[in-house]
């Protein structure tokens, strides 16, 4: 939905707006001017929040000068003389002497306080002001002799977004966004030392990060909620549903730290992931163009909009009544659609079942067609002053670190004490130097473990090469080799020899077919098991056909190594889900793997793909692709490992065998707990309770919520071992008189029923029914006649 006219509700200054050298200490007067520079481009707004005062023209000038003083300055350094350009790079040019460690050409104590990118043009032979070096500047570049003008530029332009990321580290509060900039001026300043693109690897991903995006379904919203409109008003609400992604596009998201009590824990992990990945793809490459940028709404979708919209949604709601009147007439009912579009969309997003959110769910073409063609005919430069903007623009116009938009509500409320919950940071260093002591001296342990994983000794025979993991098929497009197709041949025999009851040509067809893949387990040159899975990139899921190890060589770990390989295979190629129907036998081993018989996926997204078995159950794991299967298990056993030694180190230092409390003796009733002597050494802290109101009938409004924990509630009555008189209706065979006496039944299995019918829509109901149980049983097997 880019392109055409749309209104711009975001007037956020940009940060990252400095002109100056931050990173080199020579360049004093360069970095004053960048915080001057900074602060001009901050404006009045500085709370971060999204309204906007009268002021809000000269704040929205500001950014735009803002974003033209970083690309004025770099066109400076672009036009500078080859000299100084030269000077430039070799501040942050590795010293070429043999054996000399010094990253960058510091300038000589006589002219530390001039700037190369103004009149200051050092000779050639002038010597290094690092008392580790003393090596003359040419010596600083002398592997850039053959460099083009092009590639100078490049390495000059990704020196002023790092001398600008470091300006803005040093502004920001939030620790979680300074690591980020941190990382990010790490990582420029390896570019440069290296002369390589700036390439952004790791744990974060590569976006997009959601399918479908916020963008298409958005556009699904307008067609699926407005399709009914006549053409006017249907562009109206595609102006709304465009207006709403720019002002997406441009926002601010707050820290994580900031929505720490905001959100439930499970929320805000992945708010602190997307936060993260907003801030490297989206944010700052607005200001640090080294960097390639991506656009919000087009790399995230339904989970970071969540989290989000409730006070996003506000602050676009105060934007249109503070701005209603720099609208131009023929956008004023942009402002009024706007909460209906709003509504509408939080409902989609709290519906599970929602088409929109469905990556499979698309407009018809001649609807996307005729949105093309209006937008087409509509785009027309803004006009001046009069508040309206294309968004089509790769560039954001708020930069820098994001500012905080509302007050912390819960500061006031915790206990100081909760702040000082985090082991200091030497502690964990000293437990972990521990741990890492305790493998390399205990010589016994080594050679004799005792409590070893299975998953250890499977990795420690694929580091030797005793054991390879490899991804083999079939193909009729491009010759296979043999040696895959011997693979190919024994793992239809490990198929077909650990799963008898299925017929070997229908093992030979899989195994063999184009489709299908199949990971295989390799040792000593023949494969001993192997998992023959087909992908199903389009839909987001992977199929589990076949599983299975040769019965000499199970109980070993090899399964579950085998499973972390695919799900590792599966990550790298944007697969996030596994499915597979598993038989009884299979059931345990997929449950140890991650697999569950809650299904998350929408049915419209596997039915039809998936091959269905009788008397097997479909099986489900979801992804997370932030981590590696083939070292989470090392992980978790690392932590605990360091856990345990943080423990016994606290027992040692808290460890003392105190005097018994004589004061009861003496006729005191109750002493406060505090009072205990040794209590507070340990770390008790006294619970600060809120006082207790009444409990609300419904404590959440969501139904899935209240669906889940009367779940819960009635599994766990069911399992109880005096539960069996209640699990089913009574029948007149079994008592003939209890219709008589007993006018409302009540059981478990009937409130099972209606439970998945939706009948609970309130905490109330629940509890009656459950009561009724109990008072049916109390009042039938009561002694008194009835």
């Given at each position: 939905m880019s392109g055409g006219p749309s209104?711009?509700?975001?007037?956020?200054?940009?940060?990252?707006?400095?002109?100056?050298?931050?990173?080199?200490?020579?360049?004093?007067?360069?970095?004053?001017?960048?915080?001057?520079?900074?602060?001009?481009?901050?404006?009045?707004?500085?709370?971060?929040?999204?309204?906007?005062?009268?002021?809000?023209?000269?704040?929205?000038?500001?950014?735009?000068?803002?974003?033209?003083?970083?690309?004025?300055?770099?066109?400076?350094?672009?036009?500078?003389?080859?000299?100084?350009?030269?000077?430039?790079?070799?501040?942050?040019?590795?010293?070429?002497?043999?054996?000399?460690?010094?990253?960058?050409?510091?300038?000589?104590?006589?002219?530390?306080?001039?700037?190369?990118?103004?009149?200051?043009?050092?000779?050639?032979?002038?010597?290094?002001?690092?008392?580790?070096?003393?090596?003359?500047?040419?010596?600083?570049?002398?592997?850039?002799?053959?460099?083009?003008?092009?590639?100078?530029?490049?390495?000059?332009?990704?020196i002023i977004d790092m001398e600008n990321l470091f300006m803005s580290m040093q502004r920001v509060e939030d620790e979680d966004t300074k690591k980020v900039y941190l990382y990010l001026f790490r990582l420029l300043r390896q570019c440069v030392l290296t002369r390589q693109q700036a390439v952004i690897r790791g744990p974060l991903g590569d976006p997009p990060f959601e399918s479908p995006c916020i963008t298409k379904a958005v556009l699904s919203l307008v067609f699926y909620k407005y399709q009914h409109l006549n053409p006017t008003e249907l562009q109206t609400m595609t102006e709304v549903a465009k207006t709403f992604l720019n002002f997406l596009n441009h926002y601010n998201f707050e820290s994580p730290s900031t929505r720490r009590g905001e959100l439930a824990h499970e929320d805000a992990s992945n708010y602190k992931i997307n936060y993260t990945r907003w801030l490297v793809f989206c944010h700052v490459p607005a200001f640090c163009n080294s960097l390639r940028q991506f656009e919000t709404s087009l790399v995230f979708g339904r989970t970071l909009l969540r989290t989000v919209f409730q006070y996003m949604s506000q602050q676009l709601k105060k934007k249109c009544i503070s701005e209603r009147d720099r609208f131009p007439e023929d956008?004023?009912?942009?402002?009024?659609?706007?909460?209906?579009?709003?509504?509408?969309?939080?409902?989609?997003?709290?519906?599970?079942?929602?088409?929109?959110?469905?990556?499979?769910?698309?407009?018809?073409?001649?609807?996307?067609?005729?949105?093309?063609?209006?937008?087409?005919?509509?785009?027309?430069?803004?006009?001046?002053?009069?508040?309206?903007?294309?968004?089509?623009?790769?560039?954001?116009?708020?930069?820098?670190?994001?500012?905080?938009?509302?007050?912390?509500?819960?500061?006031?409320?915790?206990?100081?004490?909760?702040?000082?919950?985090?082991?200091?940071?030497?502690?964990?260093?000293?437990?972990?130097?521990?741990?890492?002591?305790?493998?390399?001296?205990?010589?016994?342990?080594?050679?004799?473990?005792?409590?070893?994983?299975?998953?250890?000794?499977?990795?420690?025979?694929?580091?030797?090469?005793?054991?390879?993991?490899?991804?083999?098929?079939?193909?009729?497009?491009?010759?296979?080799?043999?040696?895959?197709?011997?693979?190919?041949?024994?793992?239809?025999?490990?198929?077909?020899?650990?799963?008898?009851?299925?017929?070997?040509?229908?093992?030979?067809?899989?195994?063999?077919?184009?489709?299908?893949?199949?990971?295989?387990?390799?040792?000593?040159?023949?494969?001993?098991?192997g998992i023959c899975f087909r992908p199903f990139p389009s839909q987001g899921f992977t199929e589990i056909v076949f599983c299975a190890v040769t019965m000499a060589e199970q109980v070993k770990g090899y399964g579950t190594h085998l499973m972390n390989h695919l799900k590792d295979y599966s990550i790298q190629r944007g697969i996030k889900h596994l499915l597979t129907f598993a038989d009884c036998d299979a059931i345990g081993y997929f449950k140890k793997q991650g697999f569950s018989k809650d299904i998350k996926l929408a049915r419209p997204v596997y039915a039809g793909y998936i091959k269905e078995y009788d008397s097997a159950t479909l099986m489900h794991c979801e992804l997370h692709p932030t981590i590696v299967n083939t070292q989470f298990i090392a992980v978790i056993r690392n932590q605990s490992e360091i856990l345990k030694e943080l423990i016994a180190q606290r027992h040692n230092e808290v460890q003392k065998v105190r005097a018994g409390l004589t004061c009861f003796k003496e006729g005191v009733r109750s002493i406060p707990v505090e009072s205990i002597p040794g209590l507070m050494e340990i770390g008790?802290?006294?619970?600060?309770?809120?006082a207790r109101s009444a409990r609300p009938l419904e404590e959440s409004s969501d139904p899935e919520k209240l669906a889940t924990s009367f779940a819960s509630v009635l599994q766990s009555v069911r399992q109880h071992t005096t539960a069996w008189p209640f699990l089913r209706p009574v029948t007149a065979a079994e008592v003939p008189d209890y219709y008589d006496h007993i006018k409302y039944p009540m059981d478990l299995k009937t409130m099972g029923e209606r439970l998945k019918k939706g009948y609970y829509q309130t905490r109330r109901l629940f509890m009656a029914d459950m009561a009724r149980i109990f008072s049916n049983c109390r009042f039938y097997n009561s002694p008194e006649p009835k």
């Open positions: 209104v711009t509700l975001k007037s956020q200054p940009i940060d990252g707006s400095n002109s100056g050298n931050a990173a080199a200490q020579q360049q004093q007067q360069s970095a004053n001017g960048a915080a001057s520079s900074a602060n001009q481009g901050q404006g009045s707004n500085t709370n971060g929040s999204a309204g906007v005062s009268g002021g809000a023209p000269a704040q929205e000038g500001t950014r735009q000068n803002s974003l033209q003083r970083i690309q004025q300055r770099k066109q400076k350094v672009f036009n500078l003389p080859l000299p100084q350009k030269v000077a430039k790079l070799s501040m942050y040019s590795a010293c070429q002497a043999e054996g000399c460690r010094c990253t960058g050409w510091k300038t000589p104590q006589e002219n530390r306080h001039r700037d190369v990118e103004s009149s200051y043009c050092p000779e050639f032979n002038e010597e290094c002001r690092n008392s580790s070096c003393r090596h003359s500047l040419r010596t600083h570049i002398a592997h850039l002799d053959n460099i083009t003008s092009s590639s100078m530029d490049e390495l000059l332009g990704a956008k004023r009912s942009i402002i009024t659609q706007m909460p209906k579009f709003l509504e509408a969309l939080r409902a989609e997003l709290l519906k599970d079942d929602s088409p929109i959110w469905d990556p499979n769910y698309r407009p018809p073409n001649s609807f996307v067609i005729q949105q093309r063609k209006r937008n087409q005919e509509a785009a027309a430069p803004p006009a001046p002053g009069g508040g309206a903007a294309a968004i089509g623009s790769n560039k954001r116009s708020s930069v820098g670190e994001p500012l905080h938009k509302r007050p912390k509500k819960e500061t006031l409320e915790r206990p100081i004490s909760e702040n000082l919950d985090d082991l200091p940071t030497d502690v964990v260093m000293r437990a972990m130097k521990s741990v890492s002591e305790s493998k390399t001296t205990n010589k016994s342990e080594i050679l004799f473990p005792v409590n070893v994983s299975r998953d250890e000794n499977v990795k420690a025979e694929e580091q030797k090469r005793a054991i390879e993991f490899h991804v083999v098929g079939n193909s009729l497009t491009k010759p296979v080799d043999k040696q895959t197709i011997l693979w190919l041949f024994g793992l239809q025999l490990v198929f077909a020899y650990q799963l008898p009851e299925m017929p070997r040509e229908y093992i030979s067809q899989l195994v063999f077919d184009t489709k299908h893949k199949t990971l295989a387990l390799i040792k000593e040159s023949q494969p001993i098991g008790w802290k006294p619970q600060m309770r809120p």
